[in-house]
Structure formats: structure tokens, C-alpha cells
């Protein structure tokens, strides 16, 4: 069975002849990218693929230990949340198009909100794109994000990439529960969560949406499409960008909710570095803005512009689906001389507790020695309860680490494609146009901002444009694009 995206937005499940080579495809699709969810593939250095490791089924009964110097990298980048949060900006929005009366896109993020949430989970983002009649598709994108990010977030024993991948099951059974009624039957969503955590980069995904990486000007595709054309085109060794005209483009192959059983891909952990960007996104953009595209955008836009671009180029194209997103950029590297949470040190009083039982254990001891017993065991028992108490109250204080970190490659096979997103003369060519048509259709409205401002965006990206900055000019172009989008949207 596979889901079909028909035109109208709904997804449909239908069975394939039997035997049609269709069929055969995509079952040594679908065989082989289970094979690759148990062994996924590793790269060397090279760049070349090597044996399979281990994966997530395994990693749940692996030995886990702490590997100190990794560990102190990413502590030393993002070691606590007040200095983190200052180190890194996100932009999300979700934007209904221009074909869709309803919007079946959801997302969440939510930050750490102390030093020991950050050290247990990190920060997590979470975008859906829900499928089903009427209302059902909102449901469950919606359902989808609440509970994962707050399955995850209350894993705090499991290491983080288990955590992740079985808060998407958890997900995935909340939506089959709701679905049993009738107005949300065979509804679904597909997922994609990421993680940014003191171990690195995690993401678990299922389905068309997508989450890249933006590191310097090199973008990467860190998760599988679980679409036909993809699972087609890994089986037959066919590059992506160049799949065969009849494969249905509009049909995904995995979803959380509509069945029984379900397989979730798991990146991860991926070193994070200082600059880093990293968008999650619906289909509604990616099938819209091309990929190279996407990657300029992100390299000369700081996220809440970004956002605001990607979605006025989707909806100028024109914007027959949902269009959200999460951008999160990590800007700087943590501070690490400003002072830790209040959290995380254990208050005087709790010192107090400990000395207690200290001085406790010790007249215990002497009245034992001079034969009061009675006296002996009571001050005992007020030593044992008062370092039992010291212990409960300070344990998380006190042994907060970031034990979770596996000695083996990480799992997953990511990037799965990779581009050069240094800003060019033929994306600005492209902007340049947009721009011009924009100006010709808003001519005579009356503005709400000066026009002067406008003007001054197009002489600067003409300017740049001339001179071989590009990345002046498309800076310059996008925030005048933007600022007569805004415009139109207030006149419509």
C-alpha cells in the first residue's frame, strides 16, 4: 500500500496490482530501505560507503558511555542554556498557500528552559504535514507535534536518540487512537523532529517533508523523501534529481497514522558547529523553491527574513499547498564565563542537610561507644534520613552529565544530497525579474511604507548585482520583494 497526494490535498491508500513491476520496485524499495533503518550505511572520510553499523533496534540494548572529549566540545559551544539561548536564533511560521482553504501544516519548538533540561534533551523542533478529509489532516499534524515534544522531553532516562524515534511511535498511536472515530479515520502526517542537544544533531523523520543543513555555503539534505520517486530511485540506483517521467510524484510511502506499522529513520548524532543553519520543512516549499535556491536564501538571510522569503517565493510560484517551516541558526559560541542556572547549584540549606547528617552519624557513633544504644540508633536514623533527603533533593544538581553518548558511528546515512549554494548571478537574475514584475502589478498602490525604502533595496542589489556581490544583490532584492509582498497582502 501506498499514499497517494491527489491535487485536491487528501491522501488515499490503494492497493497495487499484483505483480506489476511497480509493485516490484517498490517492494525492493521498501525492503531495502528497511535493511538500511537496521544497517544504515557509513562513510569514511573518503566519501566512499563502507559497511553497515548497527542501528536504532540494536542501539537500544548498546552499552552507552561517556565519551569525554566529545562531550566537552559540544559543552564548551553550548555548555549552558542562558548563554545558548544567546548564541542561537530561530524563525517558524506556517502559511496556508494559495489553493488550500485549511491549513494542515503544524509546528512546534521548544527551547530548553534551564541548563538541566538542556544537558538532559536540548532543544527540539517538530514540523507535520497532516493528510486526511476535512479538518482530519490539521488533527493530525497537530496531534503529531504536541506529542512528540512532550514524549521526548519526558524521556529523560533514554538515550536522546532513542527518546526522539520513540516519541514518533508515541505520536504515531495517539493519531491511530483518534483515528478510530469517524470524522478522523485514515487520517495521517508526515514528521520530522530534530534535536539540537550538548551530543549533537539528531533528526527523526518520516515521510515527504524534509530537514536540511546549512554549513558554510554547502547545503545538505539530511533526510530520505519516503516518497515513490525516492524509493524507486535508491532501489535502481537512479540519481534523485533525475527520476523516470511515469513514477507518480505525489504519492508517499510512509506516514505516521494510517498503518499499523511503522519505520522511522534516525540521523544522528552529527557534530553541531557555530553557523550552522538547519530548516524542517513541508513539501509545500521544497516542491515549490529549488533546493540551490533554498540554500542561498539561508546563506544571506538572517531566519525570521528567511522565513518570511521562502514563503513569498512558494506562494509566487504558486503556492498550491501548505508552506511551513522551522529555521535555526546557531550564531555564536557560548560564553562560558557567565554564571550557571540557579538550578543547577545546590542551594546552602541542602549543604545544611548534609552536615546534619554528618554530625548525626557522628553522635551516633559516640553513643554507641559510652552504651546508650537507644540514643545511638535514633541519631543514626536521623543521620540515614537526613542523607537520604540531601541525596534525592541534589542527585540531578549534582550528577547532571550528558551520559548518552554511543562509541559507535552515528547512525543514519545523512547527507543525502548535497549542493553548493554560494551565492550566483542566475538566482539574482531570477530575483531580479520577480522584483521587476512585483514594482510593474503594484504600481499606483498606495503604500504604507515609504517608497524610498523600496527604492533603496533595488539600488543597493543593483549595485551588487553589477559589481559581482551577489550576495548584496539577492539580499537586497529579497527584502524588496518582501516589502512589497507585505504590502499586497495588506491591499488584498
Given amino acids: 500500500m501506498v499514499g497517494c497526494r491527489p491535487p485536491g490535498g487528501n491522501v488515499r491508500y490503494s492497493a497495487l496490482e499484483p505483480g506489476s513491476r511497480s509493485q516490484s520496485a517498490i517492494a525492493d524499495a521498501l525492503a531495502r530501505r528497511s535493511i538500511a533503518y537496521l544497517y544504515p550505511k557509513t562513510k569514511h572520510a573518503n566519501g566512499q560507503g563502507s559497511s553497515r553499523t548497527k542501528g536504532l533496534l540494536s542501539m537500544k540494548s548498546s552499552h552507552f558511555r561517556y565519551n569525554e572529549r566529545h562531550h566537552f566540545r559540544f559543552r564548551r559551544l553550548m555548555s549552558q542554556t542562558s548563554a545558548w539561548k544567546k548564541s542561537l536564533c530561530y524563525a517558524a511560521k506556517s502559511d496556508v498557500g494559495l489553493r488550500r482553504s485549511n491549513n494542515q501544516d503544524s509546528f512546534l519548538v521548544r527551547l530548553a528552559s534551564s541548563s538541566r533540561q538542556w544537558l538532559e534533551r536540548g532543544h527540539i523542533c517538530v514540523v507535520a504535514d497532516g493528510m486526511g478529509a476535512h ?21 529523560t532516562h533514554e538515550p536522546l536518540g532513542q527518546a ?8 504515531h498511536e495517539a493519531i491511530r487512537v483518534k483515528s478510530r472515530e469517524e470524522a478522523y479515520r485514515e487520517m495521517g502526517t508526515t514528521c520530522d523532529a530534530f534535536a539540537l542537544t550538548p551530543q549533537g544533531f539528531f533528526v527523526a523523520h518520516v515521510g515527504d517533508s524534509r530537514v536540511y543543513r546549512l554549513r558554510g555555503n554547502t547545503l545538505d539534505q539530511m533526510t530520505f523523501d519516503h516518497s515513490l520517486v525516492w524509493e524507486v530511485c535508491s532501489a535502481t540506483n537512479i ?5 523516470p517521467s511515469h513514477i507518480p510524484k505525489n504519492q508517499i510511502t510512509r506516514s505516521l497514522g494510517p498503518t ?28 515549490q523553491v529549488a533546493d540551490i535556491e533554498i540554500g542561498q536564501i539561508l546563506a544571506v538571510c538572517p531566519p525570521d527574513v528567511a522565513v518570511e522569503t521562502l514563503i513569498n517565493l512558494a506562494n509566487l510560484r504558486g503556492g498550491p499547498d501548505n508552506i511551513t517551516m522551522v529555521i535555526v541558526r546557531t550564531t555564536e559560541d557560548a560564553d562560558e564565563s557567565q554564571a550557571v542556572d540557579d538550578e543547577m547549584i545546590v542551594p546552602g540549606w541542602h549543604w545544611g542537610i548534609l552536615a546534619m547528617a554528618f554530625v548525626a552519624g557522628l553522635a551516633a557513633a559516640a553513643s554507641l561507644v559510652f552504651g546508650n544504644v537507644s540514643l545511638g540508633a535514633l541519631l543514626a536514623l536521623v543521620a540515614v534520613a537526613a542523607g537520604v533527603a540531601f541525596f534525592m533533593m541534589t542527585q540531578r544538581t549534582l550528577f547532571a552529565s550528558s551520559p548518552y553518548i554511543p562509541t559507535s558511528t552515528p547512525i543514519g546515512a545523512a547527507p543525502y544530497r548535497t549542493w553548493n549554494c554560494t551565492p550566483e548571478a542566475t538566482f539574482a537574475d531570477a530575483l531580479a525579474k520577480m522584483f521587476q514584475e512585483l514594482r510593474q502589478a503594484t504600481e499606483g498602490q498606495k503604500f504604507t511604507i515609504p517608497i524610498q525604502t523600496v527604492q533603496r533595496y533595488e539600488s543597493e542589489a543593483v549595485s551588487g548585482h553589477k559589481n559581482g556581490d551577489f550576495t548584496a544583490a539577492i539580499r537586497n532584492y529579497v527584502l524588496a520583494i518582501n516589502s512589497l509582498m507585505r504590502e499586497i497582502k495588506k491591499d488584498g
Fill in 164 to 171: 526522539l524515534v520513540q516519541a514518533v511511535y508515541d505520536a
Fill in 135 to 155: 479538518l482530519a489532516g490539521e488533527v493530525a499534524s497537530k496531534l503529531a507535534t504536541e506529542t512528540i515534544t512532550k514524549s521526548y522531553l519526558a524521556r
Fill in 239 to 243: 540519481p534523485f534529481d533525475q527520476p
Fill in 260 to 287: 499499523d506499522k511503522l519505520l522511522v529513520d534516525l540521523e544522528g548524532p552529527l557534530p553541531i558547529e557555530v553557523g550552522d543553519t538547519y530548516l524542517a520543512c513541508s513539501d509545500g516549499l521544497s516542491g
